[in-house]
């Protein structure tokens, strides 16, 4: 049951968080507290876990998006 708690609370967190463009902690740390019982430490120090793979994740798709256009910049212009 708190499985799945956790997983609709998650979804709305993030659906939540997409539509808005906030942070993550603020929603995601009452809601482990209150709702799944976490102490606030723990939740707070999983948010952060959470919030940090994410700006990884982030940092690498625009690395990617860089080094593709700059890729393809070069490509056409020696093209030219």
Known sequence: ??????ILAGA???LSLG???GGGSVL????LVY???QDAGQATTGSLVVVGITKLSAAFTV???V???YTTTQAF????
């Open 19 to 21: 539509a808005l463009g």
């Open 77 to 80: 212009a020696t093209l030219t």
């Open 28 to 31: 995601a740390v009452p809601v």
């Open 12 to 14: 709305l967190i993030g």
């Open 63 to 65: 690395l990617v998006l």
């Open 1 to 6: 049951m708190t499985l799945v708690l956790a």
């Open 35 to 37: 709702l799944l019982d």
């Open 67 to 69: 080094v593709t256009v």
